[in-house]
């Protein structure tokens, strides 16, 4: 943890619940913020903030066979090794694909003519850009590329960096949903969560699994409903929940149509509509946030 940051992330049990949009929402209300979205698998944040980049690096997932098909003779033996199913005969030759191919390496070994050789893969990119309420990190990672996990320490990392060069000492990261190795990569070292939740069967049971992911870390949770009006009884249900795991709901967001239509525009919708019933619940979502720290 760095001690002179604080990292407030957002996550989600699942995805759709409007963890974004919140973030979005939070980056563009006062002093100048430093994002991190880590949804590197399908990151989407820099759609609403439209960060100019200004600095931009590969990032290197593993590594990919390559044929050389001036040594290749055809066999098929490493087709026939390969558990992957990355290897096939395509037009008289035998290609690879690199949205199979797992970099084990055993084509390299079982190949009788050591045709195929490893190359990294380095299609995957971070980026640092300017928006217009202060400094994003966000990064693409590639089809079928793996390693996110790794992906989003690193998004991480350079948020952090980039806050106290700016002596901007919140970073609020964009985290992705569900509970699997890229979320616990956001979570690690921050120093409090939001969990956002929508009121649905579904989004109770995504909600309890995530607040047990969380309490493995030992820092403060707390919760936000959206659309809660849309099912009362299950927010009333989740409300229940949280509070005999006394978590705090610091927010219930209403189903607000201009959030839609926010976005369509690449707002957030306290820019959009400040004084939409939506927006004037995250005011005072974001200083609940910022009263905790």
């Known amino acids: 943890m760095n001690h002179s940051v604080n990292e407030i992330v957002l996550l989600s049990g699942k995805g759709g619940t409007g963890k974004t949009s919140l973030s979005a929402a939070l980056a563009t209300i006062g002093d100048k913020k430093t994002m991190a979205d880590c949804d590197v698998d399908a990151a989407n944040l820099y759609l609403i ?21 001036n040594r290749c003779t055809n066999c098929g ?15 008289e030759n035998v290609c690879v694909s690199e949205t199979s191919c797992d970099g084990c390496k055993l084509c390299t070994h079982v190949c009788p003519v050591e045709a195929i050789t490893m190359k990294p893969s380095n299609k995957s990119r971070w980026y640092t850009g300017i928006f217009r309420n202060g400094v994003m990190v966000h990064a693409r990672l590639a089809p079928g590329e793996d390693n996110s ?26 985290g992705p949903p569900g ?8 979570v690690t070292g921050a120093r409090m969560a939001v969990v956002v939740t929508e009121p649905t069967r579904s989004g109770l049971h ?16 707390s919760v936000v ?11 009333n249900e989740i409300d229940l929940y949280c509070k ?50």
Not at 53 to 60: D, K, S, T
Not at 179 to 186: H, L, N, Q
Request: with cysteine; glycine share 2%; net charge negative.
């Open 206 to 221: 995504d909600l309890k699994r995530i607040l047990e992911l969380i309490s493995n870390f030992n820092i403060p949770v």
């Open 149 to 174: 996990g790794k992906l989003v320490n690193v998004v991480r990392e350079v948020a952090i960096r980039e806050a106290c060069e700016l002596e901007n000492h919140t970073v609020i990261i964009d």
């Open 244 to 293: 005999q795991s006394q978590v705090t709901v610091i927010g219930r967001i209403p189903f607000d149509p201009n959030i839609v239509m926010a976005m369509v525009h690449c707002k957030s919708i306290v820019e959009w509509a400040p004084d939409a019933p939506a927006s004037k619940e995250i005011y005072s979502i974001y200083h609940s946030i910022f009263d905790m720290l």
């Open 49 to 69: 903030l439209q960060p100019e980049n200004c600095y931009e690096e590969a990032f290197v997932t593993g590594f990919k066979a390559v044929i050389d098909h």
């Open 77 to 91: 033996k490493c087709i026939s090794y390969c558990r992957f199913e990355a290897i096939s005969i395509i037009d």
């Open 225 to 235: 409903v959206n659309k809660f009006d849309l099912n009362k009884s299950m927010t």
């Open 179 to 186: 509970t699997g190795c890229p979320a616990i990569s956001s």
